[in-house]
């Protein structure tokens, strides 16, 4: 089983809709989780990190983690074109020196 | 202030020959890790350096990959003798913090790797 999951999609939402890209992990001493975006050819870009149960917001970006569950998904409102990219989840551990464990990222379109 | 660079951004080699992936950190980053990501497939860790030490190197696929850091400030990446397998986009990320929940690790823009 992998450590973390991801749909790969692609995911395909309406301009001005939300998206909603899901991430599953195993390992439940999983104590970080990050949401990166990278767009085709360029780094990753940290979007939003979580690391307590609940949500968490920033503009158009809700983050959202429940440990029970192992699920911790993010939510684009007023979704745009320029959200096109690949979203990938990653966790880490406290006790790791911060390496990220990535899962296989899923492709999101925003359709004009 | 400068992002993490990498060089080169893409490099194409033999099966057999030797490459060298530099990259260099955001100024006063302690921490340095190198990633990998292989067609198909998510980014794996490779490894992670505390200022010039080796903290984690548990993710380097085989004793053809060496990687330094001399002076903790910049790193490389060499594979030596290259395979076919090894090709892939290599990344580098440098963080202040080694984890923790307000910890960001901030990423280069890559290094495309052909082997052929």
Known sequence: ?112 | EAGVTQFPSHSVIEKGQTVTLRCDPISGHDNLYWYRRVMGKEIKFLLHFVKESKQDESGMPNNRFLAERTGGTYSTLKVQPAELEDSGVYFCASSQLAGGPTDTQYFGPGTRLTVL
């Open chain 1, 1 to 112: 089983q992998k450590e973390v999951e991801q749909n790969s999609g692609p995911l395909s939402v309406p301009e001005g809709a939300i998206a909603s890209l899901n991430c599953t992990y195993s390992d439940r001493g999983s104590q970080s989780f990050f949401w990166y975006r990278q767009y085709s050819g360029k780094s990753p870009e940290l979007i939003m990190s979580i690391y307590s149960n609940g949500d968490k917001e920033d503009g158009r970006f809700t983050a959202q983690l429940n440990k029970a569950s192992q699920y911790v998904s993010l939510l684009i409102r007023d979704s745009q074109p320029s959200d096109s990219a690949t979203y990938l989840c990653a966790v880490s551990f406290y006790n790791q020196g911060g390496k990220l464990i990535f899962g296989q990222g899923t492709e999101l379109s925003v359709k004009p």
